[in-house]
T-cell receptor
């Protein structure tokens, strides 16, 4: 079974530029999550999709971050414009359903550096 | 803010020793999970314990849960160098829609 795929693995941009990350979840997983992990901290949920609908985006900075999962499969997360404090690893995860009893499977992450 | 707080923040032990890390949380939960993160395999699920369970085992892992104290512990027995990683507890808030929140993590170093 193929795991969660993410690209790119690394990205360096200057502040005020825009950037996009892509995630392809495990086949058949209805729920997709985007997390932000700042160095030395635990992952923080940015947005959770159930199929192509948003379940939770309460911690997504909507003035600069956007995410979509149009066909209920792969997803993109965009930052525009980026700030220095956006430097972090962005993790995508998927699970069979949105139940908290389901194990989440994580991708390798995209390490973003904003200069 | 994050639900769980792990303790200690960092732990260094010799190979073969046991490692214990703790997680405290603030609100009632349905379940608590432990995840491991290292540079090689990324973030990986280890074990889930339900709120009505007190102890659970998986291989060299032993997890306890005390809902009255809102705390959990993860014990790794006979540690190996490959256990070097950060360990996170993840809790869900039983009053919500089952949103999972990760703690701050314990960084474990196992010295060969």
């Amino acid at each position: 079974e193929a795991g969660v795929a993410q690209s790119p693995r690394y990205k360096i941009i200057e502040k005020r530029q825009s950037v996009a990350f892509w995630c392809n979840p495990i086949s058949g997983h209805a729920t997709l999550y985007w997390y932000q992990q700042i160095l030395g901290q635990g992952p923080k949920l940015l947005i959770q999709f159930q199929n192509n609908g948003v379940v939770d985006d309460s911690q997504l900075p909507k003035d600069r971050f956007s995410a979509e999962r149009l066909k209920g499969v792969d997803s993109t997360l965009k930052i525009q414009p980026a700030k220095l404090e956006d430097s972090a690893v962005y993790l995508c995860a998927s699970s069979r359903s949105g139940s908290s009893y389901n194990e989440q499977f994580f991708g390798p992450g995209t390490r973003l550096t904003v200069l | 803010s994050q639900q769980g707080e792990e303790d200690p923040q960092a732990l260094s032990i010799q190979e073969g020793e046991n490692a214990t890390m703790n997680c405290s949380y603030k609100t009632s939960i349905n379940n608590l999970q432990w995840y491991r993160q290292n540079s090689g395999r990324g973030l990986v699920h280890l074990i889930l314990i339900r709120s009505n369970e007190r102890e659970k085992h998986s291989g060299r892992l032993r997890v306890t849960l005390d809902t009255s104290k809102k705390s959990s512990s993860l014990l790794i027995t006979a540690s190996r160098a490959a256990d070097t990683a950060s360990y996170f507890c993840a809790t869900d808030y039983s009053g919500g829609y089952q949103k999972v929140t990760f703690g701050t993590g314990t960084k474990l170093q196992v010295i060969p």
